[in-house]
């Protein structure tokens, strides 16, 4: 398998792995973490031998959200630039979601804000108890219009709001109430029971799985599009604020916001 920046790929037994790796950075989304993502998806697609896919994270957390870098750049793009950064955003979690292999998120530690959407576009997520959780963005001016458009059919408009409007931090036990973890594991357990997971997976006719997957899929696919579609300009529209730039000053800054409602 190929060899990538941000990520490792490797396949053993039918299983692939694709392991988040910048520790150091708490495997936050960056713009090159993305590429090398899809492209490793790309990469897990075409591959005979890869039937199953587990997603997880080097070190202590699963992904901690944007990385701070490509943070900072935000506020100073055009409307195209950021419906652009936008779409990216939505196509990974796209891409992840209608992923045509089944797929379990091994989540090890923190997954915050993107983290967590990774964590839960997979077929099935196993966390730690360890584990937070949370979609953090509007408190820094920001809104969780693409991740919202997948949260609402997974938990319901009540939940939905919960933890979108407070954000809040959770932990597993809680998304496992949700439904948003399936399981709740110990952390020398995570990977042997992904592994089992797999296994049992790939048991079954791989055209069967990949056909099941695409039927439930296309039960929301037509709203889901048009959802997604509209959050991509959402998304973009919010960094023109001046709260977004006050939320995203604050946080570098490491002080309370000072919201304007504009």
């Known amino acids: 398998m190929a060899e990538y920046n941000t990520i490792l790929l490797s396949e053993q037994d039918n299983i692939a792995t694709l392991t988040l790796n910048r520790p150091d950075k708490r495997n936050a989304v960056s713009f090159q973490l993305v590429a090398d993502v899809m492209a490793a998806l790309d990469e897990v697609e ?9 997603i997880t994270g080097a070190g202590k957390a699963f992904c901690a959200g944007l990385d701070l870098e490509d943070l900072q750049k935000l506020t100073g793009k055009t409307h195209e630039q950021n419906v652009e950064d936008s779409r990216t955003m939505a196509n990974l979690f796209r891409r992840i979601y209608d992923f ?7 989540v090890n530690g923190h997954a915050i804000a993107g983290g967590t959407g990774i964590a839960t ?17 509007v408190k820094i001016g920001f809104v969780p219009a693409i991740v919202s458009s997948y949260l609402v059919f997974q938990v319901g408009h009540k939940v939905a709001r919960d933890l979108l409007m407070t954000a ?3 932990d597993a036990a809680e998304a496992h109430r949700y439904g948003l973890v399936n399981e709740v594991v110990a952390p020398a357990e995570l990977m042997p029971r992904a592994i089992t997971l797999a296994n049992l997976l790939l048991e079954n006719s791989p055209s069967s799985v990949r056909a099941t997957k695409r039927l439930i899929n296309s039960f929301i696919k ?7 579609a509209a959050a991509v300009e959402d998304n973009a529209r919010i960094r023109t604020t001046a709260d977004f730039r006050e939320g995203i000053a604050s946080f570098l800054e490491k002080r309370k916001p000072k919201w304007t409602g504009k």
């Open 46 to 54: 075409k591959s005979a031998d890869s039937q199953v896919l587990i």
């Open 100 to 106: 045509t292999k089944p797929t379990i998120a091994a």
């Open 121 to 137: 576009m997979c077929d099935f997520t196993l966390a730690v108890p360890e584990a937070k959780f949370g979609y953090t963005e």
């Open 168 to 170: 809040r931090l959770f």
């Open 222 to 228: 037509e709203q889901l599009d048009a959802q997604v």
